[in-house]
C-alpha cells in the first residue's frame, strides 16, 4: 500500500471516530446538555471520491470551543462538512456557525466562521463576533507529527476587521461531538510532564513500596495531557445518551449499584438533582475506556497518571511527602460515606493543579495488570502501556474507603475490567496520536 493511502485510511478513522454502541438518532435536534441551547444534530454522513478514484465515507464535522477573554465569556459551535480529499486530508466546507453568551445562542453570519480538518489530525478553528476575531490552534507544548490534544489548546484574539492581534495564546477548551450528536464535556487538562521537552526521563516505582511497585524503572516519558478533575455525572451523561449502555457486550455502568446517580428516560440520560458535579462511580473498565475514547482520548496508562501524582518522581504523594490528613485528601480516615465533588480538597493537589489523585475516588487505567510488570518491562518500553496476557486493569489513587497507604503516588491496585464500585471512577488522557 502507498503511503498516502495509509496516511489516508488512518485520517478517515479519525474523522469518521466511530464507537462502539447502538445505532440511531434523530435530526430533530438533541436535548440540551449544558448551559449553551445548540442546534446539536446527528453528523451527516457523506461519499467522497479519494485519489485514485474510489468512494470514501466521512462525516460532518461538529466543534465547540468556549472563550474567556477579558468581558467575554462565550462558547461557539460550529458544523463543517467534507466536501473533496486532497492527497490524504479532506476540505471542509463551514455550514453553521453559533455564539452563545449568557445563554442565549444566536446564529454567524456566513463567513464570519472557518474550520479545517488538516493531516495527521490537526485543526483550525475561528469565529469572529462583537468586533473580534478568535483563531483557535495549538500550543507549543503539542508539536510534532500529531497534536496532543484533539482539539485545539488556545486561541488568538485579533480585532475584526483590520486583524490586529489583541492577544495570544489564551488556553481554551474545545469538544466535539459523539455519533449521535451528543456534546462532549469541556474538561481542562494539563501537559504531563510539564514544560515544554517532548521527551523527559522519569523514575517509576518505590524501592520501598509494595512487591509490584519494585524495582524502580526508568525510561523517557513523552508528552500527553491529562484531565485536571475526575468525571462526573454532567459528564457522563451525553455519553450514555449518544452510546447507550452497552461497552462490547458488557454494562458501562452499574445503574443498580450504590451510588448511582443518573435518570434515564426514552434513551436520554441526566444527572440525578444536586449530584451534576459529583465524580462518577460505579463505572465498569470497559465503560470507563468507551467514554474517554467517546471523547477522542484515552484512559491514563499508568506512566503518565504516576508521573502526574508524584511530580515526576519527587514526590511521595501528589501534595509532597507529607502524610495525609482529611484537608488534604478523603480516605478511610475521614469517615466519609460517599466521595465529595472533585477539587474539593484543594491543599491536595498537584503543583500543575491536578484534582484527586490521591482519594475521594479510585481511578481505572488504560493498562493490564501483572504485578511483576516493572521487572518484565525492564528490557522492552515500560512506558504507556504494552500488550500483557492479562484481561485484569490497573486501577489507581486510592479512594475515600481505603487507607492512607493506598494514597501514595506508586500504589498500585487492580481490578477485573467488569467490576464496578461506589469509590471507582476514572479520568481521561490526550496522548499522540489524539485518536
Not at 245 to 268: K, V
Not at 303 to 311: G, K, L, N, R, T
Not at 403 to 413: C, M, T, V
Amino acid at each position: 500500500m502507498k503511503k498516502t493511502s495509509i496516511l489516508l485510511a488512518l485520517f478517515l478513522a479519525a474523522c469518521n471516530g466511530s464507537q462502539n454502541g447502538t445505532d440511531g438518532g434523530s435530526d430533530g435536534g438533541i436535548p440540551v446538555f449544558g448551559e449553551c441551547p445548540f442546534p446539536y444534530t446527528v453528523p451527516q454522513e457523506h461519499t467522497l471520491k479519494d485519489e485514485s478514484g474510489g468512494d470514501v465515507t466521512m462525516k460532518d464535522a461538529h466543534v465547540r470551543c468556549h472563550i474567556l477573554y477579558e468581558d467575554i465569556d462565550a462558547e461557539i459551535f460550529i458544523k463543517a462538512e467534507p466536501v473533496e480529499i486532497i492527497h490524504w486530508h479532506a476540505e471542509y466546507e463551514p455550514l453553521e456557525g453559533y455564539v452563545c453568551k449568557d445563554g442565549q445562542v444566536e446564529a454567524l453570519p456566513a463567513g464570519t466562521y472557518h474550520f479545517a480538518w488538516k493531516h495527521h489530525s490537526w485543526k483550525e478553528v475561528e469565529a469572529a463576533f462583537d468586533g473580534r476575531r478568535y483563531v483557535f490552534g495549538y500550543s507549543e507544548t503539542c508539536v510534532g507529527a500529531r497534536p496532543c490534544t484533539p482539539w485545539p489548546d488556545q486561541f488568538d484574539v485579533r480585532s475584526h476587521p483590520d486583524d490586529a492581534l489583541l492577544a495570544e495564546a489564551v488556553p481554551a477548551f474545545c469538544a466535539g461531538v459523539g455519533e449521535k450528536g451528543y456534546p462532549a464535556p469541556f474538561v481542562p487538562q494539563v501537559r504531563i510532564p510539564p514544560g515544554t521537552e517532548q521527551y523527559v526521563s522519569f523514575t517509576q516505582g518505590s524501592t520501598d513500596g509494595d512487591a509490584d511497585e519494585q524495582p524502580q524503572i526508568t525510561f523517557n516519558l513523552y508528552s500527553a495531557r491529562l484531565d485536571t478533575r475526575e468525571a462526573t455525572w454532567s459528564d457522563f451523561a451525553p455519553f450514555l445518551s449518544d452510546h447507550g449502555n452497552d461497552c462490547d457486550g458488557n454494562p458501562c455502568i452499574n445503574t443498580l449499584g450504590e451510588g448511582f446517580h443518573l435518570e434515564e428516560t426514552g434513551g436520554i440520560w441526566r444527572p440525578e438533582e444536586g449530584f451534576e458535579d459529583h465524580p462518577v462511580v460505579q463505572a465498569t473498565w470497559h465503560g470507563a475506556d468507551a467514554y474517554c475514547t467517546w471523547r477522542r482520548m484515552a484512559l491514563p496508562d499508568e506512566s503518565h497518571w504516576e508521573a502526574a501524582a508524584s511530580s515526576m518522581g519527587t514526590r511521595k504523594y501528589p501534595w509532597g511527602d507529607q502524610d495525609p490528613t482529611c484537608d488534604l485528601a478523603l480516605y478511610d480516615a475521614c469517615s466519609a460515606t460517599a466521595p465529595d465533588a472533585p477539587c474539593s480538597h484543594p491543599t491536595g493537589n498537584t503543583p500543575e493543579g491536578i484534582c484527586d489523585l490521591a482519594g475521594n475516588v479510585s481511578e481505572w487505567l488504560r493498562c493490564g495488570y501483572l504485578e511483576d510488570y516493572y521487572t518484565v518491562c525492564e528490557s522492552n518500553q515500560c512506558a504507556g502501556c504494552t500488550h500483557l496476557p492479562t484481561t485484569t486493569k490497573v486501577v489507581r489513587g486510592g479512594s475515600y474507603e481505603t487507607p492512607a497507604h493506598n494514597l501514595r503516588a506508586s500504589d498500585r491496585d487492580h481490578n477485573d475490567p467488569t467490576y464496578s464500585a461506589p469509590d471507582l471512577g476514572l479520568r481521561c488522557m490526550s496522548t499522540n496520536p489524539s485518536f
